[in-house]
């Protein structure tokens, strides 16, 4: 009960804070302060206080877009582990409703962005489909080799990997699907290079085109789903990359959370050293990552 209260509490608390340490990281790579470590709490806060302006053709479907998401997301993030600890939602198959909920909050996102009438968040909303048609094979690719690893097709079982799975045949495959995750995490959760959070070039925009009409609670709701999102997927990455845990709860949390922030300054480091890719390049390191995973898959069924 206790690992399930502190599982709830770090999904709804911590997401923004990964978002801090990732600017406050490629600030200080550039030489700056940069904005406080707690500046995305600030911004969802000062966001729900404000009021917001409806376009003449917004009907039900843009009001209800953030909504959907922000639960669709937070309902995908109870049925993943954190660490050693087990998920509040486990069932054999729950991997495809994992990915689904995630489909389920693209879905409405773009649904919105189109129920707006703009023809540029159209444009943004097309991308996004076209994007993740290639990241979900990937994805699926990647669950497909944690559950032969595993014997199992639940999320809880799949992602506690073994440190034995790195010594024996398994090291090979972990590291591609490793990869693999770590692209995955960078389209959806729209991280340079893939996109850039905050561009203003209108020809290169793809996520953030699809919300320019939201504003005050419905812009703050987006942010954070957005950064839930992020936390879900570093949490994924995470237990794949780094399996390994003392069984002490009273450290093992700790471990956790420092492998997420961990992960959040990797990125902060990516967005740093490189640019935007140019939108027709976005497809090939798409591919790469279900070359990656689909590889690994094929070294494990050979």
């Not at 999904?11 to 990281?25: A, E, H, R, S």
């Not at 444009?123 to 076209?130: D, V």
């Not at 990359?241 to 009273?250: H, M, N, S, Y």
């Amino acid at each position: 009960m206790v690992d399930t209260v502190i599982h709830v509490a770090l999904l709804f608390l911590l997401p923004p804070f990964l978002l801090g340490v990732i600017n406050k990281t490629k600030a200080k790579l550039a030489g700056r302060v940069g904005a406080p470590l707690l500046q995305a709490y600030f911004d969802i806060a000062k966001l729900a206080r404000k009021g917001f302006v409806l376009s003449g053709t917004a009907t039900w479907v843009f009001r209800a877009g953030p909504a959907v998401a922000l639960s669709a997301v937070a309902a995908a993030g109870l049925l993943i582990p954190f660490g050693r600890f087990d998920a509040p939602i486990a069932f054999a198959g729950d991997l495809i409703l994992f990915a689904y909920l995630f489909g389920m909050a693209r879905f409405f996102t773009m649904t919105a962005a189109l129920d707006t009438g703009s023809s540029f968040e159209g444009m943004g909303a097309s991308r996004e489909a076209a994007f993740s048609c290639l990241s979900e094979p990937a994805l699926f690719f990647a669950f497909l080799v944690l559950a032969k690893l595993s014997g199992s097709l639940s999320l809880g079982k799949m992602l506690m990997v073994s440190p034995e799975s790195f010594a024996s045949g398994a090291a090979a495959p972990l590291i591609l699907i490793s990869l693999g995750l770590f692209v995955i995490l960078l389209a959806e959760t729209c991280r340079i290079p893939v996109d850039d959070p905050n561009t203003h070039l209108e020809l290169t925009m793809i996520h953030e085109a699809m919300i320019l009409d939201h504003g005050g609670p419905w812009l703050g709701t987006i942010l954070y789903a957005s950064s839930l999102k992020l936390f879900v997927l570093v949490a994924v990455l995470a237990n794949v990359i780094v399996p390994f845990r003392t069984g002490k709860a009273w450290l093992d949390w700790p471990i956790f959370v420092g492998e997420t922030l961990a992960l959040a300054i990797v990125i902060g480091f990516l967005e740093s050293a490189m640019a935007r890719l140019k939108m027709r390049r976005v497809p090939y390191l798409l591919v790469s990552a279900i070359l990656f995973c689909g590889s690994a898959f094929i070294l494990l069924v050979r």
